[in-house]
């Protein structure tokens, strides 16, 4: 499915109203004006509503909360906050490496000193483009949330999830969106589904399209179990010096890739290296709703 095909299937849009401010010095560096409507970076024509979809909703609501962003797969509002859709995918991800100067302003002060490039350790396959990203790091992850007038999913309040914090409804904004503000064990619901996401009992044998797991959905956001583990704003060090790719980060969801009877579900968690990239790491962004 296309990207925008996602969204008529999805009927979510976007409205920016002012750039993320955790990242202020990406204003300039290709992420779009933040005062316009946002369309998804490879669908230009198809973001069909303002309007952003409160979790659980079944229709596009004639009005509803907005969400700030620039770029990126259209956003889903709940309890007070946005986040993607889906996992961010390769095109939504070649669109920012092709707008971005690869220079210090482009990473935050935890990478500068040994980031060198945007670039996924390998390049996506052709016909991929609606494939999520992978082979990213922490840096990668961070750098394009900002870019697209968001944040990498951290504290509810935006900035970095302190690692006690996580699986708190208070506090940690992925756990909330993927347990529907701490309802469900699971983004479909409370009982175990073997096959209604991409983790190691379907054995697909790599990621598969975003969104194209119609099991595998709460309140209209898709993939936040299985298919790539994701990122997200929550480390136990925050160095500045060339060390800072050994500081240890989270990442949520699961993969594919992980071994049978990983039990992966909402609270599920894993910590790497912030300069750790593979096969099935990628990430999804969040952002607040627009005042």
């Known amino acids: ?12 849009g976007c409205a920016a109203a002012g750039a993320c401010g955790l990242f202020p010095d990406l204003a300039d560096l290709g992420g779009g004006d933040a005062t316009s409507d946002v369309t998804p970076v490879d669908a230009s024509d198809a973001a069909s509503s303002e309007a952003g979809v409160e ?33 961010v995918t390769n095109a939504e991800y070649q669109a920012f490496v092709g707008a971005t100067a690869i220079d210090a ?29 992978v082979w990213i790091d922490w840096c990668d992850a961070y750098a394009y949330c900002a870019w697209a ?32 503000v701490g309802a469900n064990v699971y983004p479909y619901g409370a009982v175990w589904d073997a096959g209604a996401c991409n983790g190691p009992e ?15 959905v709460g309140g209209g956001i898709y993939d936040m ?15 500045t010096g060339p060390e800072g790719g050994l500081d240890k980060c989270e990442r949520r969801s699961g993969s594919w890739e992980d071994p049978d009877g990983s039990l992966q579900n909402c609270t599920f968690a894993r910590i790497g290296s912030r300069n750790e990239e593979d096969l099935d790491i990628g990430f999804r962004c969040c952002s607040d709703l627009a005042p």
């Open 1 to 12: 499915m296309t990207a925008a095909g996602r969204v008529a299937a999805l009927a979510l």
């Open 55 to 87: 979790a659980g909703s079944d229709a596009l609501p004639e009005a509803g909360p907005k969400c700030q962003g620039t770029a990126g797969p259209p956003m889903v509002a709940i309890d007070g906050f946005c986040i993607d859709s889906t996992e």
């Open 105 to 133: 302003a482009a990473f935050p002060p935890t990478c500068v000193a040994w980031k060198t490039t945007l670039n996924p350790q390998k390049a996506p396959p052709p016909g991929s483009n609606d494939y999520p990203v």
């Open 149 to 180: 007038g968001k944040r990498l999913c951290g504290r509810i309040d935006g900035g970095a999830l302190a690692p006690g914090g996580m699986n708190d409804v208070a506090q940690d904004e992925w756990y909330v969106a993927c347990s529907n």
């Open 202 to 216: 379907r054995d697909a044998g790599s990621v598969l399209p975003a969104s194209s797991m119609p099991g595998c």
């Open 225 to 239: 179990v299985g298919n790539a583990d994701e990122w997200i704003d929550s480390c136990l060090s925050a160095s």
